[in-house]
């Protein structure tokens, strides 16, 4: 699977603040559900717009199943 994002606009659907990172729950076209991690400084809430620039030697990809693809 080759996945390839330059930037991608979505909402918000949860944010966890847990210490050090926080993770969004985003949904974006055409990848279906993802979960980010950011700085555990920053404050997000339901229905926020942000844009997203992924490092792409830090994408993490899984099947139906849970596991890794690489």
């Known amino acids: 699977m080759n996945v390839r994002i330059l930037a991608a606009s979505t909402a918000v659907g949860l944010s966890e603040q847990l210490g ?30 942000v844009w997203l620039t992924p490092d792409p030697n830090r994408i993490y990809k899984f099947d139906a199943a849970g596991l890794a693809v690489y």
């Open 20 to 49: 050090s990172d926080t993770f969004l729950h985003v949904e974006v076209d055409g990848l279906g559900l993802m979960i980010v991690r950011t700085d555990g400084e920053q404050t997000f809430s339901h229905g926020d717009k």
